[in-house]
């Protein structure tokens, strides 16, 4: 039977209790890959209601063409990922997806996954009566450019049925390498940088 901890409160753990939480986290955090493509397979028995696609193969779609068009490995682990909250937090589910991929990818992939809803809107708010160009506020912002180009070229055009799509085994080593990194590794986040969607 598995060891557990002496505390009812965490305010009442030892250093003991909590260098056990650590051995246990350990093997846990290195299965947080499986779990991302389990919830990935789970995109794919749901249909995205109304569009003749899955969620999953919408997912793949955008990333087939962020690899086909020369994105690095950031890229497109993130536009695989980009609507992985959508299960769970359909209102704002840029930035859940932005979260689950955050400590583990570069900020800038992580901040157009987080807007990348609101960059969306361009294409279809007007047709609720809402503001198109709310992406707007962010004009300042050094991602702005690379959000937009992200939506325009991997987002909003990977509906297609007929498309030529990767499948999910494709990019399985990519996405075990990205969440083997270190947490949060200042080398790998590059705080600031902004890198070109394309090679």
């Known amino acids: 039977m598995a060891k557990t901890v002496s505390f009812t409160q965490m305010k009442d753990g030892t250093e003991q209790d909590y260098a056990l939480l650590a051995t246990y986290e350990k093997p846990f955090h290195a299965m947080t890959a499986d779990r991302i493509l389990d919830e990935l397979r789970r995109h794919g028995e749901a249909t995205l209601e109304g569009y003749p696609i899955t969620r999953l193969q919408h997912g793949l779609q955008s990333a087939t063409r962020a690899e086909r068009d020369g994105a690095d490995l950031d890229w497109i682990v993130g536009a695989l990922l980009h609507d992985i909250g959508d299960g769970l937090a359909p209102q704002n589910h840029d930035r859940f997806s932005a979260e689950v991929i955050r400590p583990f990818v570069r900020w800038d992939v992580a901040w157009v996954v987080e807007h990348h809803g ?45 498309y030529d799509t990767q499948p999910l085994e494709h990019f399985e080593p990519m996405v075990r390498q990205v969440f083997a990194r270190k947490a949060y590794d200042p080398a790998v986040l590059r705080e600031g940088f902004v890198s070109p969607l394309t090679l």
């Open 118 to 162: 609101i960059f969306q809107m361009l294409y279809y708010a007007h047709h609720y009566g809402w503001d198109r160009n709310a992406r707007d506020r962010f004009k300042d912002h050094p991602c702005f450019n690379s959000c937009a180009e992200f939506c325009e070229r991997w987002d909003q055009s990977s509906f297609d049925p007929i």
